[in-house]
């Protein structure tokens, strides 16, 4: 059986509540805070890598411009997404991208990267690799992956 890698840190640049944010995580996790703390802006930014993740599993990458120019990645629509679409940008600043990078433990990358108002791009870097088609995306990126080999992020929410 293949390791399962995991999440181990999330970075947040102009990304809703956050001007700049680094959450590590571990295992297990469990967010608390005060209200307008940020707890609702890293699950929003799950349920964004979660809709880009099913779309990235079964279609090509595509070319796009990305935060360091041409590369390819998989464009997300945002409007079939439980989020407030108008507050992507911290401060409703729209001048600046916003991005959110999600680092697994075998120090791949996945970025969420918002150039302008109603656009989102997954882009994904592996270590040793581009992944550019859906065979490709479980072995170069495997997070929490079902029997089918596709990513799975388990959220649930404690009342």
Known sequence: MPEVHHFVRVDFW????????????RHFNILVGPNNAGKSTI???FRIL????RRANSRKAEPVNGPQ??????????SGISIAEENIFYNYDTSQAATVKFTLSNKNTLHLYFPEQG?????LDA????ART???V????????GTDGRLRLITTTIT
Not at 50 to 53: E, G, L, P, R, V
Not at 69 to 78: I, Q, W
Request: hydrophobic residues 40%; aromatic residues 12%.
């Open 14 to 25: 102009r990304f809703k509540a956050f001007d700049t944010f680094t959450l590590h995580l």
């Open 138 to 145: 479980p072995t170069t990126h495997p997070g929490n992956t």
């Open 69 to 78: 120019g041409h590369t390819f990645g998989y464009p997300v629509d945002l």
């Open 43 to 45: 699950l929003a930014a």
């Open 134 to 136: 859906p065979s490709t």
């Open 127 to 130: 270590v040793d690799r581009l």
């Open 119 to 123: 656009t989102c791009y997954l882009i």
């Open 50 to 53: 979660a809709a880009a993740m």
